[in-house]
């Protein structure tokens, strides 16, 4: 069994980026001795919706955040999927996460396919990424990497059920007026591919966007095993990565699949 723990971060005004980094950080080190895996939102420094502080707070892969987000990891022992930040790389900027093992190295980068904004928000500022990103070993066995409106795209979630995946980790800042999508959708993405999803949502306002909390856990037959409310929480669930093998055994749908 593998205890998760998502950290459902609020992204109001309250703090400011370099306090709510602190705050971050100091929750991870409080996981130590309690979970295994620790999950934070999309964007979570800034908020999803917060446009106008892409550009300002936008760093390197090299930069003291992740620098520090690793130290945290390491210190708690635990891995740690650090949601999302803004990357710079040259000229152009990307949705980018990050995971990092129980000993602060870097499993994986993931840069969000998907942008939202419909050329306005993410989609005008930021550039998408074009690589699909998985881990092969984890304690939730392959993990697939993907970002919030991400999840509006089951081809993405089938090409990595195609390439092995058992688990799918979703940082998001989704917002409240589309809190019900958030959940079926997730829900359905469980159950086409007979796996755990993992989604760690923020809560607060990020710019004029109420973001909906509301973090979840549902196992491969598409039933939820943990929910948070809107507030600020660290949720915990217990993943038990057998139920995959067995559930995909007993309904073999996956093998059944037509199209490549």
């Excluded at 205890?3 to 971050?24: F, W, Y």
């Excluded at 950080?25 to 917060?50: H, K, N, Y």
């Excluded at 994986?108 to 942008?115: E, G, P, Q, S, V």
């Excluded at 159950?191 to 549902?218: F, K, M, P, Y």
């Amino acid at each position: 069994m593998t205890r998760v723990a998502l950290l459902q971060v609020d992204v109001g005004v309250e703090q400011s980026p370099e306090q709510r980094i602190q705050h971050v950080l100091t929750l991870i080190r409080q996981q130590a001795g309690i979970c295994d895996i620790v999950c934070l939102p999309e964007l979570w420094t800034i908020g999803a919706f917060s446009s106008s502080l892409m550009e300002a707070s936008a760093v390197e892969r090299t930069s003291s955040l992740i620098t520090d987000l690793g130290d945290a990891a390491q210190f708690a022992k635990v891995w740690l999927h650090a949601g999302s930040f803004v990357e710079r790389d040259g000229d152009q900027l990307f949705n980018t996460s990050v995971v990092f093992r129980p000993d602060g190295t870097i499993a994986a980068f993931y840069r969000k396919i998907h942008l939202f904004g419909f050329e306005s928000g993410e989609a005008e500022l930021l550039s998408a990424g074009e690589v699909l990103a998985k881990i092969d070993q984890s304690p939730l066995g392959a993990i697939g990497l993907t970002t919030c409106y991400d999840l509006r795209f089951p081809e993405l979630f089938r090409a990595l059920v195609a390439q092995g995946v058992e688990t799918f980790i979703v940082p998001a800042g989704w917002p409240s007026n589309r809190l019900h999508h958030w959940q079926i959708l997730l829900q359905a993405r469980a159950i086409e591919n007979q796996a755990w999803v993992i989604a760690c949502n923020a809560t607060g306002r990020s710019g004029d966007v109420q973001l909906a909390g509301h973090s979840i856990v549902v196992n491969p037959m598409g039933m939820i095993v943990a929910q948070a409310g809107d507030q600020e929480i660290v949720l915990y669930a217990d993943v038990d990565m057998s139920e995959v093998t067995a559930w995909r055994t007993e309904f073999p749908a996956l093998a059944d699949r037509m199209l490549d």
